[in-house]
């Protein structure tokens, strides 16, 4: 079965790793491509995320 999440879902899961790791939103940044408000916009779920940013994410930290 296949899982789609939406871009809340996808949101929430970034900022509640980020979190777990005890990371700022700016300490983030600093291991992907993305500026902080851009981040922001993808935790908020308000913008889709690309994967390439998704997999630096998943090993920063």
Do not use: C, F
């Not at 980020?18 to 939103?25: D, I, Y």
């Not at 916009?41 to 390439?52: A, C, H, K, P, Y």
């Amino acid at each position: 079965m296949n899982t789609i999440l939406s871009q809340k879902q996808i949101g929430k899961r970034i900022t509640d790793l980020r979190k777990m790791k005890g990371l700022s939103q700016e300490d983030l940044t600093k291991s992907v491509e993305v500026s902080r408000p851009s981040l922001a916009q993808i935790e908020l779920g308000n913008r889709s995320v690309d994967v390439l940013v998704i997999i630096p994410m998943k090993v920063s930290h």
